[in-house]
């Protein structure tokens, strides 16, 4: 209230007299209640006025008009404020204004805060203050509505950021519910739905004063933007003057993208007063059907969209073929016999059929047969004659006919020929009158088309008008896709609750309100966005939330029986809705016997306080546990306790016989992945389960549920109902449950992928060019096509390069000729000048263009020195009227800056083209133009020698050149040159249409620009960050390459980058703002996937959720957090030691391969050959070699072995690297276990001899099994590899295999190898023999061997279950965590502090310990964070364990707790983490050891195979065969992580065999050789 006591004050010095005559006025209140006009100016209306109205409608009438006032006897009432108090005071029945005098001076404030406080400096302080004041009230003021949340609600809405945090969940819980609910109230609703458009526009500055944008009408206006909406003018639009239509095929059910064009062409027809035509394309008698007409029309009047007109297309038939025989008269159009298949190839190819030159004659002889419908004009399609040489596909001779000898369901046999949609179209949008044609971007390549058939055929041209297509996650759009569903019986028909259709999504509980909102949230724009359905639902939500009533449902299969002592059966009526009196009541049973959930009583804990939602509080007196689960709760009422704040809230039901039974239904996306790409088949993205049944049991009301009633189960979600509760059905007798669809709310889905689309606008007929310019821009536009074709075939840099400089050669030759640049293919060639028509009106035109000039410059300046609002608005509104009344003159709206759109231009030079239209006539003179000319050139010439770091006196005497010309040019027009030395164009538009890229290189320019502006970020970088001057020039080189790249593709230099000037606390906030937000009471901290169920999903989020990876924007690259780079960093040392006593000694070498390098060993690049990534190119130029990053480092490390090794002396050479390794492994990358970039230790030694170097192989294999054994508590197999799987150039592998549980499959925890001499003989590393007098050279003995962050994946597969990491205790960053428990304001210090000693207690006693302190988290949330993240154990301190000095003891891998005392922690915790270390082994032991089995026979192989089991068969050790074993051992389903079922894959010929495998065949049946060793198969990693 300090901030009204301040107002307060204030008022009554500065507002005397003001106060006085609101008190006169107050007087003159008469007792009689009488009724109030109150008028209110919809130029600048008052939303809080038009709220009061409606609340006092009884005693108060309004009217719209130009100002805004209320009469009161002699007094005139203008302000909002004084308004508002007379109406409330003269009508106190209504208590707007208060019950006392406190709650007047309350609303007092409250009444100015809302008109004053929401402007874009005050917004988020007042929105945190307004959730503040709400934490412990519904209303505003008192408990009742008041004139206070009318004012707080109209600042709210008059702010475009309130509509922008609110949909993310951002204005707090307080103001959301107090927002939603006040919105909620009818009067309200009543009075937001009456204002005029403006007045909800996601606009202003906010404050109920501030002026909006108003609308526009007449010529040139537009459709204002509606709120949320991106609604673009609508070109030549006038009142009255629109006609629209939307044109669907009868072909389907209409989806919310037809729904997305229905309501645009409604809003542009209701925004114009004009006319929308509801027109059925019926050209396709195959896909039309009479009971699709009759669907649309139904789901088209639920949309409530009404037509003016409706029509067929088929309605026009006779005319259409009337125009077809016109079109061949005039040799526009000819009949094509020609195969479909041949035809579609010579349309790629730009070749023109065999009948393009047919005879009029000859075509109207095959049209009749056509017409007929004979059999050889069933072959034949009438196509209009175009150009086949069009870069435009739609272009090159497009089909206009087609004769199908079927029956229309409107014309019946009548006509054997029908018309395509592109032909139909043109013709019906003139006929019916059509004004504005609203398509989606991506028919932008048939604009031509469209007005090529117009202008041919004489008709009127309506406007086509582009706006983006709807695009949703998920799903597909496609008529055809979804009929594919319903006709394979995937879905349950076209309303499936699956569906992107308008029945599908009201099925799902979608309301049509919502519908309309997103629809109208997404515009008209022409950006092309990814949507996710999260956007909708929330929509929806806030819509359904207020007004769906409650109900109580229980999973049935885990109820559990509640007593609830000294409680007699009774029924009591309870509110369907907590906050909204008006949904009704409902029966709630109340009795001695109840149920709850099974998952609710497992949380509970004897002695603690619970809510039980509609009934009050009670104690937990007594739970019955058997070895599973709980089985009985006894519950204490203690109903007089009304505290509710920090107690847990539980659903429960009555023990009842009228309980309602019930399924709840939950409907999953039909499409897997997000966003299909162009070429992906949907199908492949299918059978995924997608409904998921839950049996319920609900309270009795449910019974009284109707098919599409809303609810909201509690604390489960919103529901629709689909089928209601019978209680005996007709067919069986038995009763019939309740069916409930979960409505989804928005907080789960993926947020949008944005697409861009930058499509090639309709080329515009200009004048041609002179002389040959024509054939030479038309060689421009060829060899582009080749340059393309070129770089998109990836073809010799040479070949390239030489077809770029044929294309600039060309383009010079162009500018030679026609003075200016090439336009890109399918834009308008530059065209010849005609003087600009002067506007009408004359010299008065003149004159009010000049006053407009001045009068804005007045108000830019008044608006720079911070004047007066009073003063500013005054200034505002006198131009404003200048503008009218040049208007009222022209007949159109002056041009920006008050100066006139065109200017005379100069004649053109002879024999070339002016520029289409010059700024100044000055400027056009020819001087000019050869000053400007010169100026690009030089500026060209200054540009190459910079970027050929040129001499600098060179550069200087180039830039003085330059100088000079832009001097002279200056000189002789009075202005600085044009940047570049090109005239700006007066044109916008026509300038922005000619340097977009065509539609054929879109994709591409999007691409360089993308890649642009990340370089421009690198160079900035690299500038800002004190980079040396080389690296910032090779960055600048890189840039300006793909800088001449895309000048090159589209013949335009790139868009300048926007400015990036945010400041870091700017940076920060719009992070903050970006980041996804969950509602509140919703942490999803915990694991939503079972690791039996799915484990693709388990592993991603326990490794995300619990901070161990952060994914990257480069496929297959990982971020490795603390939490998992910590266990590495233990693994590290521990090995690092171990091999140091051996004598290795660490190094590093370089992570570039030479490619000759690699070559030198054949056998070894073929095994990675696929994986290697090469880097070819530094800067612009071409390596001469390419590089390749290294897979594995013997080619990088062994030349420098060959040099070192010159004696037997020089050996022993034992080395090792930790270091990054690439493979470009592009088959499903999984973090930790399959990457493209992974840490690693790669060993690497050359021995005199091969004993020496075996003994180290297996000595090192031993300290690969003690890392899995020692420190991650796994079991491994240790054992050799076969051939076939040993490592390439090696003479053998030995290795340890794991087993991970879940999957059944083995996975490789690291290798040793003894590669023998092959890469020392490929490499040269020899010495001279000791022992022998001939010095004859020997080979060393090589081995190599790795250890990879592969181990960390295996950890988190082994160990982990359904709560997150398990970690084991010796690799784990923290191996206890100390969470205070039971802390309260008095205890806090204290307990903090104990917990504090604890810890330094413990990391004196050598154990990694962390206490857990943090105010901000209570004590729950933090023990599942630490039992998410897998800390092995968790000390818990309470209040009476620091007085009973002990800790409780919480083990992460099996949940035990144990009480130990405070003064044996420092060794009792060391203790017991070895026994956490050993049980966690000995159980991954027993599940190993459990699902590995010894057979001898194929059947039982795979059998055991397919039961996720490791085998050990004998095995003859051939490849051939051991390849045919993996072959026939698989299986086509799928395993858990979406990869083909592999077959057999050896893992290991183990050292320990189980017995002799030469008394034994081979397993495989068809091998006739004995086993030479048992051999370990498996499905492997």
């Known amino acids: 209230m300090l901030i009204y006591r301040l107002y307060s ?77 007379h109406l409330a005071r003269a009508n106190p029945q209504a208590g707007l204004y208060g019950n006392c005098p406190l709650e007047q001076a309350e609303v007092d404030h409250w009444i100015w805060f809302g008109l004053n406080k929401f402007g874009h400096g005050d917004f988020n302080t007042s929105m945190k203050y307004c959730n503040e004041v709400l934490s412990q009230s519904s209303f505003m003021v008192g408990n009742k509505l008041s004139l206070a949340d009318l004012s707080v609600l109209s600042g709210l809405k008059s702010n475009h950021s309130f509509n922008v945090v609110l949909d993310k969940g951002l204005c707090g819980s307080n103001l959301t519910r107090w927002y939603s609910f006040i919105s909620s109230i009818s009067e309200v609703q009543a009075g937001v739905s009456d204002m005029p458009v403006q007045t909800t526009a996601r606009g202003g500055k906010g404050g109920e004063g501030k002026k909006k944008k108003a609308a526009e009408s007449g010529a040139g206006g537009g459709a204002l933007k509606e709120e949320g909406g991106k609604f673009v003018e609508l070109p030549g639009a006038s009142k009255g003057n629109v006609v629209v239509r939307f044109p669907p095929e009868a072909s389907g059910y209409l989806h919310i993208g037809h729904a997305k064009a229905a309501l645009l062409n409604q809003h542009y027809a209701t925004s114009f007063e004009g006319k929308f035509i509801m027109r059925f394309d019926d050209t396709n008698p195959a896909k039309e059907n009479a009971e699709f007409e009759k669907i649309i029309l139904e789901d088209v009047e639920m949309l409530k969209i009404k037509g003016d007109i409706f029509s067929f297309t088929s309605n026009h038939f006779p005319a259409m073929l009337d125009y077809a025989v016109q079109m061949i008269n005039k040799g526009l159009a000819y009949v094509d016999d020609t195969d479909p298949a041949v035809m579609k190839d010579e349309r790629e190819k730009r070749q023109e059929s065999a009948n393009r030159s047919n005879s009029v004659g000859v075509n109207l002889e095959k049209w009749g047969e056509m017409v007929r419908g004979t059999d050889y004009g069933k072959t034949c399609c009438l196509r209009a004659k175009i150009d086949m040489l069009s870069d435009n596909g739609c272009l090159r001779d497009p089909t206009i006919y087609r004769c199908k000898d079927e029956p229309h369901p409107r014309t019946g046999n009548k006509f054997k020929v029908y018309p395509t949609y592109d032909f139909a179209c043109p013709i019906v949008d003139s006929v019916e009158g059509v004004t504005h044609a609203l398509r989606t971007t991506e028919y932008n390549d048939r604009d031509p088309q469209y007005y090529w058939f117009i202008d041919q055929l004489g008709l009127r041209r309506p406007l086509i008008w582009s706006y983006s297509r709807l695009n949703l996650t998920h799903t597909v759009l496609s008529k055809r896709k979804l009929a594919w569903f319903v006709d394979e019986g995937l879905v349950s028909g076209w309303d499936d609750p699956r569906f992107p259709t308008v029945r599908g999504v009201l099925r799902r509980g979608m309301t049509v309100e919502a519908l309309r909102q997103f629809i109208i949230l997404q515009g008209s724009a022409k950006s092309v966005v990814q949507m996710g359905w999260d956007k909708i639902w929330t929509i929806n939500k806030k819509i359904i939330d207020p007004i769906a009533p409650r109900y109580t449902g229980l999973a049935k299969s885990t109820l559990v029986p509640v007593t609830v002592s000294g409680v007699q059966t009774s029924v009591q009526k309870c509110a369907k809705h907590p906050k909204n009196t008006e949904v009704g009541e409902k029966d709630v049973h109340f009795g001695s016997s109840v149920y709850l959930e099974g998952e609710d009583a497992e949380n509970l804990k004897p002695g603690e306080k619970i809510t039980m939602i509609n009934w009050g509080n009670m104690i937990v007196d007594h739970i019955a546990r ?32 009228d309980n309602v039974p019930a399924v709840a239904r939950h409907y999953d996306n039909i499409i897997s992945k997000p966003v299909l790409g162009k070429d992906e088949d949907f199908k492949s993205y299918i059978g995924h389960q997608t409904v998921f049944e839950t049996e319920l049991i609900g309270d009795p009301s449910l019974r009284d549920l109707k098919k599409g009633d809303i609810i909201q189960l509690q604390r489960r979600g919103f529901y629709i109902c689909d089928l209601p509760y019978q209680s005996a059905s007709e067919f069986t007798g038995l009763p019939v449950p309740c069916i409930l669809i979960n409505i989804p709310d928005g907080r789960l889905q993926a947020p949008p992928t944005p697409a861009k689309s930058t499509p090639a606008p309709p080329a515009t007929p200009s004048a041609p060019l002179t002389g040959n310019g024509d054939a030479i821009l038309s060689a421009v536009h060829e060899q582009g096509v080749v340059v393309r074709n070129l770089k998109s075939q990836k ?199 000619a340097t977009m890229p065509t539609a054929d290189n879109a994709g591409q320019a999007a691409e360089l620009e993308a890649k642009i502006k990340e370089q421009g970020d ?129 190094c590093y070498f370089p992570m570039f391969v030479s490619h000759s390098a690699l070559e030198k060993e054949k056998t070894h690049i073929a095994d990675f050959a696929p994986e290697v990534a090469w880097v070819t190119k530094s800067g612009d130029s071409d390596l001469a070699e390419p590089v390749a990053i290294r897979p594995t480092s013997e080619t990088v490390m062994y030349p420098s072995y060959a040099t070192w090794v010159q004696s037997h002396r020089d050996l022993p050479i034992k080395l090792n690297q930790w270091c990054n390794v690439v493979r470009w492994e592009f088959k499903h990358p999984q973090p930790f276990l399959r990457t493209r970039e992974f840490l690693w230790q790669e060993g690497h030694s050359a021995f005199a001899t091969r004993p020496e170097a075996e003994e180290e192989v297996f000595a090192i294999l031993d300290l690969y099994y003690r890392v899995y054994k020692e420190l991650l508590a796994i079991p491994t197999v240790k054992g050799r590899k076969t051939e076939k799987e040993k490592f390439a150039g090696g003479d053998f592998t030995t290795t340890v295999e794991g087993y991970v549980g879940a999957t059944g499959r083995g996975i490789q925890g690291a290798t040793s190898h003894h590669l023998g001499q092959n890469f020392s003989k490929m490499f040269e590393i020899t010495f001279e023999d000791p022992n022998s007098d001939s010095k004859e050279k020997i080979y060393a003995h090589q081995n190599s061997w790795g250890l990879s962050t592969r181990t960390i994946g295996v950890v988190v597969m082994v160990h982990g279950d359904d709560k997150g990491l398990v970690m084991p205790p010796r690799v784990a960053m923290y191996q206890t965590v100390i969470v205070p428990c039971g802390i309260t304001d008095s205890n806090k210090d204290e307990l903090n502090a104990h917990c504090t000693a604890l810890q330094k207690c413990l990391k004196g006693a050598g154990v990694r310990c962390h206490a857990d302190l943090r105010p901000n988290y209570n004590t729950g949330w933090k023990f599942n964070h630490w039992e998410l993240k897998g800390v092995p154990l968790r000390i818990e301190v309470g209040p009476r364990d620091v007085k009973n000095n002990q800790v409780v003891v919480v083990r992460r891998d099996n949940g035990a707790k144990t009480t130990i005392s405070r003064d044996s922690l420092e060794t009792s915790i060391p203790s017991l983490l070895d026994t956490v270390h050993e049980d966690m082994y000995q159980r991954a032991l027993v599940e190993r050891d459990a699902n590995m089995v010894v057979t001898e026979q194929w059947e039982q192989l795979c059998s055991h195979l397919d039961q996720k089991k490791i085998i050990m068969a004998p095995f003859c050790g051939e490849i051939p065969c051991e390849d045919r074993i993996k072959k026939d051992s698989a299986r086509a389903e799928e395993t858990d992580d979406k990869a083909p079922a592999m077959g057999a894959k050896s893992l290991c010929i183990p050292f320990d065999q189980p017995g002799d495998a030469t008394a034994h065949k081979c397993v495989y049946p068809q091998c006739a050789n004995k086993g030479m060793f048992y051999t370990l198969f498996g499905r492997s990693y």
């Not at 919809?42 to 009217?63: G, I, Q, W």
């Not at 009985?632 to 009304?642: F, N």
């Open 1018 to 1146: 690198k160079v900035r970088a690299a500038k800002s960050s004190g980079a040396s001057k080389e690296s910032v020039q090779a960055l600048v080189n890189d840039l300006l390459k793909l800088k001449a790249d895309y000048k090159t593709l589209t013949g335009n230099d790139p868009p300048a980058a926007a400015p990036q000037q945010q400041s870091s606390k700017q940076k920060k906030k719009a992070q903050k703002a970006a980041a996804p937000k969950v509602e509140a009471g919703v942490t999803r901290l915990g694991l939503e996937a079972k690791k039996l169920e799915d484990l693709p999903n388990w592993y991603s989020q326990v490794i995300t959720k619990s901070e161990m990876i952060e994914y990257y924007d480069v496929s297959g690259c990982y971020i490795l957090r603390p939490w998992s780079f910590s266990i590495w960093e233990t693994i590290q040392k521990w090995f690092d030691d171990r091999i140091k006593e051996m004598g290795v000694q660490n």
């Open 626 to 657: 058997s070895p599973e689960k709980v089985t009985s709760v006894t519950l204490r009422p203690v109903l007089d306790d009304t505290d509710y704040k920090k107690t847990v809230k539980l659903t429960w039901l009555a023990d009842v016989p």
């Open 795 to 993: 073809a010799n840099n040479d070949e390239i390069k030489a077809a770029v400089d044929k294309l600039l050669a060309l383009k010079k030759q162009y500018k030679d000729l026609t003075g200016c640049d090439p336009p890109p293919a399918g834009a308008a060639p530059p065209a010849k000048p005609s003087p600009a028509q002067p506007a009408a009106g004359g010299g008065k035109a003149d004159e009010l263009l000049a006053a407009i000039e001045k009068q804005g410059n007045a108000v830019r300046n008044l608006k720079s020195q911070k004047a007066d609002k009073a003063q500013v608005k005054a200034a505002v509104d006198q131009l404003l009227a200048l503008k009218k009344q040049y208007k009222d003159v022209t007949g159109s709206d002056p041009p920006p800056g008050g100066k006139p759109a065109a200017q005379k231009s100069a004649p053109a030079k002879a024999g070339k083209a002016a520029p289409a239209q010059q700024s100044a006539p000055c400027e056009a003179s020819p001087e000019a133009d050869k000053l400007l000319g010169a100026i690009h050139v030089q500026g060209n010439v200054v540009r190459d020698l910079k970027s050929k770091k040129a001499p600098k006196d060179e550069v200087t005497a180039a830039v003085q050149l330059l100088i000079k010309h832009k001097s002279d040019y200056k000189a002789l027009t009075g202005k600085d040159a044009p940047p570049g030395g090109k005239a700006p164009s007066a044109n916008p538009t026509a300038t922005q249409a």
């Open 9 to 85: 004050a204030t008022r009554s010095k500065l507002l005397p007299s003001w106060t006085s005559h609101i008190s006169d006025i107050a007087k003159t209140t008469t007792t009689i209640r009488m009724k109030h006009t109150l008028t209110l100016d919809k130029t600048k209306p008052s939303l809080y006025l038009r709220l009061v109205a409606e609340t006092l409608k009884e005693s108060v009438a309004f009217k719209w008009d130009n100002v805004t006032e209320l009469k009161v006897n002699n007094v005139t009432l203008h302000s909002p404020e004084a308004i508002s108090r």
